[in-house]
């Protein structure tokens, strides 16, 4: 009897399970147009946020630059307006009503222009690196969103370490860039108390505009590595094994064995179909050993010579023992045979430049029959 501690269990495994990605083995293809076209309904796709926050910075700072005179003409003229209102006019609760609305309107004018742009500058460069697709799949409520246990999975995830490391790097090389950047203006920052409103703006500015160009190149850099990360990521996490292509073209092209077979019982039910109307051949053509047409000829239907079967090798061999069983007469002309085969197919007319060849023939069919008919009346 065999020792309990040498009796070994023998369970069934599929190997397949230990590869990457499951039962589909490694992936190292590169995914195919469908799966790509399925991530982006899904909303992935390859964007880099760092491209955004570049191109509104550079925008918002140029903005600011042209935008900013008028505002700055506008706060004046506003706190004026309010100085001269507030010492000559009683406080009453219509007053601060109208007035309220007033500082309201003015701020408008101020702010939303530069919303505007912002938003539009946001709207462009998503446009320029998904393009246009307009989906609301991704906006659609998911549980796994809502979930908090899912949610403190993401909150400490090894990529939510990684954004944190990285926002934290740029935090502080956009703080070097801006001390290294006043350090250039320490001396005129002190003037800022000796000049006009207008002009302690306009210096402003230069010196913002200044920081906002370096914070910008910065930026542009960033941005470009992470653009080509994203799309080297997406494309790593789309890859997909050869098991998984397989599997693809079977769902959207058919299994290609069945395919396969129904195409066949298709030739097979062509090829039937032309022998039983084999026995209406006014003449078969052959090579003759590589190629037979049968030629049909009635003037009530067609207004030419049409093709009624044709085949090659092991089937033209088989049509020239049917019509030989059938008296069809059999008329060897190569370049014909060959010619008809390429070009015309089955229950097609013979086009008009082999007109005269096939006319030739069926008249030589013709002759034959009737001298035949003759000689078996006498």
């Known amino acids: ?10 369970l069934p495994m599929n190997l397949q399970l230990f590869a990457e990605g499951g039962g589909g083995g490694e992936k190292t293809e590169q995914a195919t147009p469908r799966k790509k076209e399925k991530a982006r309904e899904e909303g992935q796709v390859a964007k880099s946020n760092e491209i955004t926050t570049t191109f509104m910075l550079v925008i918002m700072f140029a903005s600011i630059k042209i935008l900013g005179p008028n505002i700055i003409e506008r706060t004046i003229k506003l706190t004026e307006e ?3 209102l507030f010492g000559t006019r009683e406080i009453t609760p219509d007053f601060a009503k109208s007035l309220m609305q007033h500082v309201l309107i003015e701020g408008a004018f101020m702010i939303v222009p530069l919303c505007m742009i912002s938003f539009l500058v946001a709207f462009l460069a998503n ?16 549980l796994s969103n809502i979930s908090p246990i899912s949610g403190l999975k993401r909150m400490f ?9 990285k926002s934290i790097i740029k935090i502080v090389i956009i703080l070097t860039i801006v001390y290294f950047s006043l350090r250039e203006y320490e001396n005129l920052i002190y003037l800022f108390y000796e000049l006009p409103v207008l002009e302690t703006y306009a210096l402003i500015m230069d010196i913002a505009l200044d920081i906002g160009i370096h914070i910008g190149m910065f ?5 470009v590595i992470d653009f080509i990360y994203q799309k080297f990521s997406l ?3 789309l890859k997909m094994s050869k098991q998984e292509i397989k599997d693809e073209y079977k769902l959207s092209e058919g299994n290609p064995e069945i395919k396969s077979k129904i195409k066949q019982r298709m030739r097979e039910a062509s090829m039937r179909r032309m022998m039983q ?8 053509i052959t090579n003759p050993t590589h190629f037979a047409v049968a030629i049909k000829y009635d003037e009530d239907t067609f207004g030419a010579p049409y093709v009624l079967a044709k085949g090659a090798d092991i089937m033209a061999g088989r049509i020239k023992a049917k019509a030989s069983e059938l008296n069809i007469q059999i008329v060897e002309n190569k370049p014909l045979a060959r010619t008809l085969y ?7 007319e013979v086009p008009p430049e082999l007109y005269q060849t096939v006319a030739e023939v069926l008249a030589f069919v013709y002759n034959l029959k009737n001298s035949q008919k003759e000689g078996a009346r006498v």
């Open 1 to 10: 009897m065999m020792n309990d501690k040498n009796r070994c269990t023998r």
């Open 157 to 165: 995830s090894l990529k939510t370490v990684i954004e944190l490391i």
């Open 342 to 348: 390429y070009t015309v197919e089955i229950g097609d």
């Open 277 to 284: 109307d084999l026995p209406k051949a006014d003449v078969v």
């Open 219 to 223: 930026f542009m850099i960033v941005a």
């Open 82 to 84: 309010l100085t001269n």
């Open 235 to 237: 494309a790593k996490k």
């Open 127 to 142: 446009l320029f690196q998904v393009g246009w697709k307009p989906n609301m799949k991704p906006m659609q409520p998911k």
